[in-house]
């Protein structure tokens, strides 16, 4: 059973959500807007928050910043809006993933169980160059500084190295990052390396795309 925060404006949405991921076993507390939320967070914890990005006086994306400087946290993001530049930013400031109005309950809650599921192998270190995932530890550093990933890009860290020198289907990515598939015209996985390759600075380079395949992670030579 998890603990999820359900942030929306709209009554109907918050209450069906909640309905839904009751019946599902979760525990769920609800919030109408940006600052009830706020107010929420701070009294307790909660696994994951999914939070409508439209909402008056404090949008989503606002709300999550303000969370993430209190702690960590998983973040769905609800939202009418599908322009690549909303959903870039919102995996910038940490969110992991997105639901378009109207969306399928049973969908928005698979996404949660997804988030929700850990990885029970034990942990390793991988090093490349000056780049060294520690699996133990769930960190990142780059030449010995810590690099801050969202939680997304570092499990698509993980698999590409884990992978290093094979060429990873696009497909192969997904089931393995998200648990499920996106539909063909979705571009949250490119979105994804693109942020990744941006915050792994010089190495951003190691992670090569294959046309009409996938990507592929490789020391430069």
Not at 89 to 109: A, C, N, R, W
Not at 133 to 141: F, K, N, Y
Request: negative net charge.
């Amino acid at each position: 059973m998890a603990r999820l925060l359900i942030v929306d404006d709209e009554a109907k949405i918050r209450e069906m959500i909640a309905k839904y991921a009751s019946h599902e076993g979760h525990e769920t507390v609800l919030a109408c807007n940006g600052k009830e939320a706020l107010k929420l967070f701070r009294e307790g914890d909660y696994d994951v928050v999914i939070l409508d990005v439209m909402m008056p006086e404090m949008d989503g994306y606002e709300t999550l910043k303000k969370m993430k400087e209190i702690r960590d946290v998983h973040c769905i993001f609800l939202t009418a809006l599908g322009e690549e530049y909303d959903r870039v930013y919102g995996f910038d400031i940490g969110g992991e993933d997105y639901v378009t109005k109207p969306f399928s309950l049973k969908e928005l809650m698979m996404r949660i169980n997804v988030i929700l599921k850990r990885d029970s192998k034990s942990g390793s270190r991988i090093v490349v160059d000056g780049l060294v995932l520690d699996e133990d530890a769930h960190t990142v550093t780059i030449n010995g500084e810590r690099a801050d990933l969202a939680n997304k890009e570092y499990e698509l860290l993980l698999y590409l190295m884990k992978n290093m020198g094979n060429a990873l289907t696009r497909q192969a990515i997904i089931s393995k990052v998200w648990g499920y598939e996106y539909d063909s015209d979705d571009r949250t996985l490119d979105t994804h390396m693109k942020l990744l390759r941006k915050d792994l600075k010089e190495y951003g380079s190691y992670i090569t795309t294959i046309r009409g395949v996938g990507y592929r992670f490789e020391k430069e030579i």
